[in-house]
């Protein structure tokens, strides 16, 4: 669950670094339960300071979850900086990060489900989560974490991540990845009312996992277009004093 303080800079902060952050940590075995961030503007630079509630999976290599989360935000505010913040002259710097773990209630053997996204998104997605995780179940395949997310709007994309116990061949992913999606599709036309598009990535033990979550799939141009396009965002470049350029 992400958190967002003051509320209007939710989607900027959604997309440029909770949901990569999120991810690249769920990858290398740390489960996020809560994402907090603090926004304090000064001038054309956007201080921020996260509060992250996460525990590690069993079973995994030990890390610290610190310094995973430190080297992930460091690379996020420099590809942040050098496109979104070149774009509009907005600087984005992390003032504080603070690592808090999760609490025994909040820990679950087994499986887990993770889901990111707006507020009123959040129980369909457990729900859309929940049907795949019985069809996994169905179809034996073995796995710690299914992660489901949608964007700030939630209306665009839903992002499956698995992460599976067993290595897996590229034949083997291929599969699961093209029936993974065709649940989740069949799943939303009646969970959240409507046929989204879907985007499925399969990690296995062996995978190098990091590198993989952390590749960007899209051009800055490609970003910079998807973000001017939020209505969300269009209203804090309003208060940046920005207007959105015409791409």
């Excluded at 003051?6 to 990569?20: H, I, N, Q, T, W």
């Excluded at 290398?28 to 001038?43: H, N, Q, R």
Aim: proline share 4%; charged share 35%; hydrophobic share 40%.
């Amino acid at each position: 669950m992400l958190k967002v303080e003051p509320s209007e800079y939710y989607p900027v902060v959604d997309k440029l670094f909770a949901s990569k952050l999120a991810e690249a940590l769920e990858a290398l075995g740390v489960k996020v339960d809560d994402i907090s961030v603090l926004v304090e503007p000064a001038e054309r630079t956007l201080h921020l300071r996260f509060e992250i509630a996460a525990s590690k999976h069993e079973g995994f290599l030990p890390i610290d979850i610190e310094d995973a989360a430190e080297g992930i935000l460091d690379k996020l505010i420099d590809e942040a900086n050098s496109s979104f913040g070149r774009l509009y002259s907005v600087e984005f710097t992390v003032d504080d990060l603070r690592i808090r773990e999760a609490s025994k209630k909040e820990k679950s053997p087994g499986e887990r489900l993770i889901v990111n996204g707006p507020e009123e998104f959040e129980n369909k997605l457990e729900r859309l989560g929940r049907g795949l995780i019985i069809t996994l179940r169905e179809w034996g395949v073995e796995f710690s974490t299914l992660t489901l997310s949608v964007p700030s709007n939630g209306t665009e994309e839903i992002k499956v991540v698995l992460k599976t116990l067993k290595r897996l061949s590229q034949a083997e992913k291929d599969s699961l990845k093209k029936a993974l999606k065709g649940k989740t599709i069949s799943f939303s036309r009646t969970i959240l009312m409507g046929e989204y598009p879907v985007e499925v990535r399969i990690l296995d033990p062996e995978d190098k996992a990091l590198a993989r979550v952390m590749q960007e799939e899209k051009s800055v141009e490609e970003l910079v277009r998807e973000l001017v396009q939020d209505e969300d965002v269009r209203e804090l470049l309003n208060v940046l004093g920005k207007s959105p350029p015409e791409l």
